[in-house]
């Protein structure tokens, strides 16, 4: 059985920074695309960053590029999001996602992905 379990999340200042973590457990990432989506209060899940199975390209959302990484470390089994520059909007609650494949370029849609992680919330607030 896959599991996700996210941590790091909660109250921080705009233009700081914050890690999510997100352990894995169940699923090997040597051979999974990743990926982070999240959603603020009445809005939709939105993917924002993903990383690629095989050459583990990454890719972003446009909201996001330039201030947020995704990373992943096989040996830990944990995915990574490195929030830094954070802004008010950026506020939700933050899921992460995973889904096996050998070699596959991964996307930003919720429909690539068939395991996921509770959630953990952000809050950027003064």
């Known amino acids: 059985q896959v599991q996700l379990v996210e941590s790091g999340g909660g109250l921080v200042q705009p233009g700081g920074s914050l890690r999510l973590s997100c352990a894995v457990s169940g699923l090997s990432l040597d051979f999974s695309i990743i990926a982070w989506f999240r959603q603020a209060p009445g809005k939709e899940r939105e993917g924002i960053s993903c990383s690629s199975s095989g050459d583990q390209r990454t890719n972003y959302a446009d909201s996001v590029k330039g201030r947020f990484t995704i990373s992943r470390d096989n040996a830990k089994a944990t995915i990574y999001l490195q929030m830094n520059s954070l802004k008010p909007e950026d506020t939700a609650v933050y899921y992460c996602?995973?889904?096996?494949?050998?070699?596959?370029?991964?996307?930003?849609?919720?429909?690539?992905?068939?395991?996921w992680g509770q959630g953990t919330p952000v809050t950027v607030s003064s």
């Open positions: 996602a995973a889904d096996r494949a050998f070699s596959r370029i991964c996307l930003l849609s919720s429909k690539e992905y068939g395991a």
